[in-house]
């Protein structure tokens, strides 16, 4: 080894010990996080991580807590139904991420006997389980040395580095890093939550605590002063944006209809207030699949709603159905009632907001 690649290999390792003895001393109880010196249990972190995609730890706690008190191993999440499974993922949103929960307890059960592989090829290849989940999972859970980089791993690279590059052109540069800082470190799993856990809690989006970071002397974005411009970003599109009506049916015991989505794709399988497709067009389509007698008013305010890849704008639009009236499918429930339904958190917003207004 040349003595600049010596040189480099000593500095890798003093980071690994700087970040590793700040873990040690700084490192945040979560439910599915084991305690020092004690084996993680592979199916709490495969579930955590699933969680955690796109959602933060303090909204996952309590979600992970009923899971795990519901369905306290993966053989008994496989054998529960899918219906269960999204009335308690309920209000966590992504909800393609539930499904494919289930389908990963089973295929974990069907082809591995109930224990999850350890090897991210084999973790690869499960369902919901995309090359971020599978590193960090097998590194977490099983101790091995897979670099698992997520927002927070990003931003401590792409300032510890002081790359200029916006993301998501940076990524594979920033992965590339991670993974030499990663490299050969003698304890894998600790390593993978310490690295991330810097990003959550000192190396934070804005104003990092750059005092309190066991890295600040060898940082490169501290010593130039940019580290809370970086990441750089490129600009990204507008969102374009889409619209429609969603329908409050109320009856004479202020119970209103729900109905199931039809259909595969967004909100596949859950329940919703009836509404219109969703569209581009500005106007919003008209009509609904109910009873002509229905008298529809619309409600003051529209809802609005941000997905991933659009915007959403729905009118409310609010009838009171008579005696006798029959509604072709779906059902009446009652507010209280909506905690056994998997509802997304779209449609909890419209019943809130149909509940607080006087309606029909
Ligand atoms: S010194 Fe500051 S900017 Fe650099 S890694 Fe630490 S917290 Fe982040």
């Given at each position: 080894m040349s003595s600049s690649k010596g040189s480099r290999a000593r500095h890798d390792k003093s980071l690994q010990e700087e970040l590793l003895a700040w873990f040690d001393r700084h490192r945040r109880a979560m439910p599915w996080r084991a305690a020092k010196g004690k084996t993680p249990d592979p199916y709490h972190v495969w579930l955590s991580e699933i969680m955690l995609q796109q959602t933060t730890v303090a909204a996952v706690g309590p979600y992970f807590i009923k899971f795990v008190s519901k369905w306290p191993t993966v053989k008994k999440l496989a054998a529960t139904d899918l219906d269960d499974v999204l009335a308690a993922w309920a209000g966590l949103g992504y909800y393609a991420r539930a499904r494919n929960l289930h389908k990963c307890a089973q295929a974990v059960v069907r082809d591995f006997g109930g224990k999850f592989p350890s090897a991210v090829e084999d973790l690869i290849?499960?369902?919901?389980?995309?090359p971020y989940t599978a590193a960090a999972v097998s590194s977490i859970a099983f101790n091995r040395p897979a670099v698992a980089v997520d927002g927070n791993v990003e931003r401590v690279v792409s300032r510890f580095f002081a790359i200029e590059e916006p993301l998501p052109s940076s990524k594979e540069k920033i992965r590339a890093h991670a993974s030499k800082l990663a490299a050969?470190?003698?304890r894998p799993s600790d390593f993978t939550q310490a690295f991330m856990e810097l990003g959550a809690?000192?190396?934070?989006?804005?104003?990092?605590?750059c005092v309190s970071c066991p890295w600040q002397k060898s940082c490169a974005a501290h010593q130039s002063g940019i580290a809370e411009e970086l990441p750089r970003r490129s600009k990204s599109a507008q969102k374009p944006v889409r619209y429609g009506r969603v329908f409050w049916i109320q009856n004479k015991s202020q119970e209103f209809l729900i109905e199931k989505r039809a259909g595969k794709g967004l909100y596949e399988g859950l329940y919703q207030l009836p509404t219109t497709d969703w569209t581009e067009n500005a106007k919003a389509p008209e009509g609904h699949h109910h009873d002509a007698r229905l008298r529809f008013k619309r409600l003051g305010a529209d809802v609005r709603h941000s997905f991933t890849h659009f915007d959403l704008i729905l009118e409310i639009w609010t009838a009171e159905a008579q005696k006798g009236f029959r509604p072709r499918k779906g059902k009446f429930v009652s507010a209280g009632d909506l905690e056994n339904y998997a509802l997304p958190s779209l449609m909890h917003k419209v019943v809130r907001m149909c509940l607080g207004r006087k309606t029909a």
């Open positions: 290849a499960l369902p919901g389980i995309g050969d470190n003698p809690t000192v190396c934070s989006p804005k104003k990092p605590k």
